[in-house]
């Protein structure tokens, strides 16, 4: 049973499942390995903007790595997605526009998984204070 301001178990179920996998995801394809590989990743970045490798590398390591960590918790999800949409947005749209969307595909599966969680929010099933708010509020 569920009152005005909670959410049936399989509605947090799915959201912590798409969570979990999209975030670890992004994690292990995208941003580890900049981590990991950061040298040499300053040397193939793109740099749609002309900021500079250094300029591109970290707003990209922000999003994938810094942001995936804060939405596996459940912290400041909606707000932590946007930088991952951003960057998402730049690199289908800006670095690889010719690419069809059989070759895009997985950027476009996490654009629709982190947009998904912008606008539903972390669900319950999260720590910290906004798990809280939520229960008492209903925020997302």
């Known amino acids: 049973m569920t009152t005005r301001f909670s959410q049936p178990p399989r509605i947090n179920a799915g ?28 040397t193939r970045i793109e740099d749609p903007f002309g900021l500079g490798p250094y300029m591109s590398l970290i707003p990209a390591i922000f999003a994938e790595v810094i942001c995936p960590i804060f939405i596996l918790f459940g912290l400041f999800t909606r707000l932590a997605c946007l930088p991952i949409i ?40 999260r720590i910290g204070s906004d798990a809280r708010r939520e229960v008492r509020y209903g925020a997302g």
């Open 15 to 42: 959201l912590f499942f798409l969570r979990l996998t999209g975030c670890l995801l992004l994690l292990y394809v995208h941003g580890l390995p900049k981590v990991f590989h950061f040298s040499e990743e300053l």
């Open 86 to 125: 951003g960057v998402l947005l730049v690199a289908m749209t800006v670095v690889h526009p010719g690419w069809s969307i059989a070759e895009g595909q997985f950027g476009w599966l996490l654009l629709i998984i982190f947009t998904t969680l912008a606008i539903t929010g972390a669900g319950q099933w």
